[in-house]
């Protein structure tokens, strides 16, 4: 069963360099206390995969932790481009970033595929693009039974996925409900596991839609109320709109971005 631990522990545990870790969350219930906590350790030469990278995809790659990154769009929701990443493609600043593109029905299927013990998925897809022949993890198949050409993409396994969830019980389970994406696929398919929660309760109560993940499934679990911020968790809390727009100029500005990482991550402790 999963145990509950704080998420400085569980990030010291749990990723390391080198490893290939997804932080997922769709507009609602991402990570981002638990990226902050990466960066705090200075993890270095990660493979970041997520299927839209936002803004603490952003802050990750701006700190220097990134190598490479596996995703099907990236960008600032709302409001524009995401300068760190930018930066980093165009410039190598703080260091080269190397790109994997999917599309989101790709990288979907990609976590099936992970989940499913299976080495590929298939779909109709990426027909009309020049991703086929250019990515090592697309390839043109033949249907053995139609002879229709389909496409495979390789199933993602990260060493560690990490998402936010509304509640945990003692025990490690885990319970989500709002908009929820590739969350479930993501931690299924990973070796390692972290859910940081907003709340922990003795037990978890049915809740029409939500999405429980069983302790035996999960590695650990860390209290972290407000951990999606500037995201929201639905029941918890509310997006933080001026946050993201506020963002757009800190990550602009080389030496305004690294303030504010010192000012607002490496000189935070962990919540």
């Known amino acids: 069963m999963a145990s509950v631990v ?40 990660l493979t970041l995969v997520r299927m839209t990278p936002d803004i603490v995809y952003d802050q990750l790659i701006g700190a220097g932790c990134a190598r490479r990154l596996v995703f099907s769009w990236g960008g600032n929701p709302g409001v524009g481009s995401l300068h760190r990443f930018r930066d980093a493609v165009e410039h190598g600043w703080p260091r080269q970033l ?11 299927n990609r976590y099936v595929a992970g989940a499913s013990g ?10 009309g693009t020049d991703l086929i022949g250019r990515t090592a993890t697309i390839a043109a198949i033949t249907c053995p039974f139609t002879g229709e050409e389909l496409t495979a993409v390789a199933a993602i396994n990260p060493d560690v996925t990490i998402v936010h969830a509304q509640r945990a019980d003692r025990s490690g389970s885990v319970q989500m409900w709002g908009i929820i994406g590739v969350q479930k696929e993501a931690l299924l398919a990973a070796r390692r596991t972290l859910v940081t929660v907003e709340e922990l309760v003795e037990e978890l109560e049915p809740r029409p839609g939500a999405v429980v993940i069983p302790g035996w ?4 679990v860390a209290h972290v109320p407000g951990g999606a911020h500037p995201s929201y968790a639905q029941g918890y809390s509310e997006r933080d709109n001026d946050d993201y727009r506020a963002w757009d100029a800190i990550s602009a500005d080389r030496a305004r971005f690294g303030a504010w990482l010192e000012r607002e991550v490496l000189g935070q402790g962990p919540p």
């Not at 190397?98 to 979907?108: C, D, R, T, V």
């Not at 299976?118 to 990426?126: E, K, S």
């Open 6 to 45: 704080p998420l400085a522990e569980a990030v010291a545990e749990l990723v390391h360099d080198g490893d290939t870790v997804a932080l997922e969350g769709f507009t609602h219930l991402i990570p981002v206390a638990a990226g902050h906590e990466i960066i705090r350790q200075r993890r270095r030469d």
């Open 98 to 108: 190397e790109l994997e593109e999917h599309s989101h029905a790709g990288m979907a």
């Open 217 to 220: 499934a999960l590695t650990r």
């Open 118 to 127: 299976l080495p590929f998925a298939v779909l109709r897809g990426y027909r």
